[in-house]
């Protein structure tokens, strides 16, 4: 159903039309309404009902106008009629934030005016990747899903398989990451770098790449001229290609292989890596150093830059972001401000991992559990970059 495909605000009244005269009956993915929930507490309930039905299922279409025949099929295009359409969809809006649990991503409204001067409303409910999502307005406590038939009331069976699915998907983002990081580790490189020298591994993955119904991601806003994956610590000209895995980025070296790369996966995970933190200089007691300072500043503007890249490709959140330093035994911190007290003590530093529930999340707030660990690898309380506010100083 090329409908489905589309951008709501593309979507026009001939499109709409194509569903009267093609009979389309209400399906999965698509419902009509003739009229707009009304605003007692009854109505309020069954339009959240109708949301969550599709947002713990695979998404779809409500259209509101629309009557229904005897057959679920669209009866014709009658519209609404007196309506201010941005007013009512900001109620809607309203109603969804303040009456489910836990909070979904706001559904696409947009209104189609018609010939006749009334007006559609075409709402776009996204599938989520934290579902269930349950209807608590007035203190009711309820999981919907939806089937061909429409919605129905999810059983205790299916409201623990719901979030045992969401257990599952973190589980595989977790071995994902220690997958790509032993890759990494033995050398194996889209770039050619050098598995002997140390390194920092960032991993940015949606919830929804861990899940196995995850769909690929559009890539192709990646092309050279709109959408630039840069490598963390990347500067200067950057070289691209596509690859088995996805889209691949790196900035070029004259003096051997690169430094790091970024490789946004099919899936909208994001890999990139660097080696620029750590320097040949030793100190007096031959021990490599490493510039924690410099760790943090590149992983932090590297999370801001690549959460719009995958804002831009149509993923949502919630994702895990993830640092690893690997090839670190022995080395000590140096970084001006500070010398560590101790090197660190073992080859790898998985530093845990932490959920983002926005794009807009502060980065460097958001980071500082991962980067209080680090500091802490080199025998520090936590990092230094942070005041008693946790307010980032640098």
Request: hydrophobic share 40%; charged share 25%; net charge negative.
């Amino acid at each position: 159903m090329k409908l489905l495909a589309k951008a709501v605000t593309e979507i026009s009244e001939a499109d709409l039309e194509e569903l009267v005269t093609g009979e389309v009956v209400e399906h999965l993915q698509l419902e009509y309404k003739r009229e707009l929930p009304r605003r007692d507490q009854r109505a309020k309930r069954e339009f959240l009902y109708d949301v969550t039905s599709f947002a713990n299922a695979i998404g779809g279409l409500i259209i509101y106008g629309v009557p229904e025949n005897d057959r679920a099929a669209p009866a014709m295009l009658a519209g609404l009629e007196g309506i201010n359409p941005e007013a009512e969809i900001s109620r809607l809006e309203q109603m969804l934030l303040s009456g489910v649990q836990p909070r979904l991503r706001l559904p696409e409204f947009a209104p189609v005016v018609l010939g006749n001067g009334r007006v559609l409303i075409v709402v776009r409910v996204r599938q989520s990747w934290t579902p269930p999502h349950m209807v608590t307005l007035d203190d009711v406590q309820r999981f919907y899903a939806r089937r061909t038939t429409g919605r129905y009331l999810l059983d205790v069976s299916e409201i623990r398989a719901a979030f045992l699915g969401a257990d599952r998907a973190t589980e595989r983002i977790r071995d994902w990451r220690l997958q790509r990081l032993a890759a990494i580790d033995a050398g194996v490189s889209p770039v050619g770098t050098s598995a002997d020298v140390p390194k920092v591994v960032l991993h940015l993955v949606p919830l929804s790449a861990g899940r196995i119904e995850g769909a690929a991601v559009d890539l192709s806003v990646l092309d050279p001229g709109r959408v630039l994956l840069r490598p963390m610590a990347g500067g200067g000209s950057l070289d691209w290609r596509r690859n088995f895995d996805g889209f691949l980025c790196w900035s070029p070296s004259s003096s051997g292989p690169p430094p790091g790369y970024s490789l946004m996966f099919r899936s909208g995970a994001i890999e990139t890596t660097s080696s620029r933190s750590f320097s040949s200089e030793r100190r007096a007691s031959d021990h490599p150093i490493i510039r924690m300072k410099i760790v943090e500043r590149e992983v932090m503007i590297s999370v801001s830059e690549l959460m719009k890249v995958q804002e831009i490709v149509g993923l949502e959140p919630p994702l895990f972001v993830m640092v690893s330093l690997l090839r670190v035994f022995g080395h000590w911190e140096r970084s001006g401000l500070s010398d560590g007290g101790a090197p660190i003590d073992r080859n790898e530093l998985l530093l845990p991992e932490l959920r983002f529930e926005s794009f807009d999340a502060d980065s460097a707030r958001s980071l500082r559990p991962a980067f209080d660990v680090m500091w802490q690898a080199v025998g520090l309380t936590g990092s230094p970059s942070f005041d008693e506010s946790g307010t980032y100083r640098g």
